[in-house]
T-cell receptor, first 115, second 110 residues
């Protein structure tokens, strides 16, 4: 079955330290991969995506993600965390559906950046 | 601003009632998706429409229904509401390879 896993419910990191939020996927073919962020009482905001090409993709707010095909992972990273990065992060994969596509989301990882 | 508009933003209603949530997708987007986010739960996919046709169903209850109109806006109808239906309901739309979310409709059933 096609799925996305975010193994950590919560990640705590000190401000200024690098952060990593993990994501692995199980889909056939070459998936399109996405990261979204949700701030309290807000909708999900698109951060970045991987379609093809360079395995390191850069996105909004200084975030980047590394695609690793052999490990079927797409971890979200940031070199220096900010308190304002504290939010809920979702990984997603787009898979083909007859005539269109569907998006499968992970369960989310809550990031807490401590001052 | 994602360009996806949802109304109402907040709604409080009583058990047993029926509500309609409305979504206007981004200009030109043909696909509309509905998701439910309950407290302490992730994003549950409900249903997807493409250019007026239902394309995929997820964990949508029989008490819930949706449709996409010729102008591409979509409505999610929730009936015989129960306390457990209290949640944040998101609409999202896509045309290319990225899905964009609205700000959601907060439904509280009392």
């Amino acid at each position: 079955a096609q799925s996305v896993a975010q193994p950590e419910d919560q990640v705590n990191v000190a401000e200024g330290n690098p952060l990593t939020v993990k994501c692995t996927y199980s889909v056939s073919g070459n998936p399109y991969l996405f990261w979204y962020v949700q701030y309290p009482n807000r909708g999900l905001q698109f951060l970045l995506k991987y379609i093809t090409g360079d395995n390191l993709v850069k996105g909004s707010y200084g975030f980047e993600a590394e695609f690793n095909k052999s490990q079927t992972s797409f971890h979200l990273k940031k070199p220096s965390a900010l308190v304002s990065d504290s939010a809920l992060y979702f990984c997603a994969v787009r898979v083909p559906l007859t005539g269109t596509y569907k998006y499968i989301f992970g369960t989310g990882t809550r990031l807490k950046v401590l001052a | 601003d994602s360009g996806v508009t949802q109304t109402p933003k907040h709604l409080i209603t009583a058990t047993g009632q029926r509500v309609t949530l409305r979504c206007s997708p981004r200009s030109g987007d043909l696909s509309v998706y509905w998701y439910q986010q309950s407290l302490d739960q992730g994003l549950q996919f409900l249903i997807q429409y493409y250019n007026g046709e239902e394309r995929a169903k997820g964990n949508i209850l029989e008490r819930f229904s949706a449709q996409q109109f010729p102008d591409l806006h979509s409505e999610l109808n929730l009936s015989s509401l129960e306390l457990g239906d209290s949640a944040l309901y998101f609409c999202a739309s896509s045309y290319g390879n990225t899905i964009y979310f609205g700000e959601g409709s907060w439904l509280t059933v009392v």
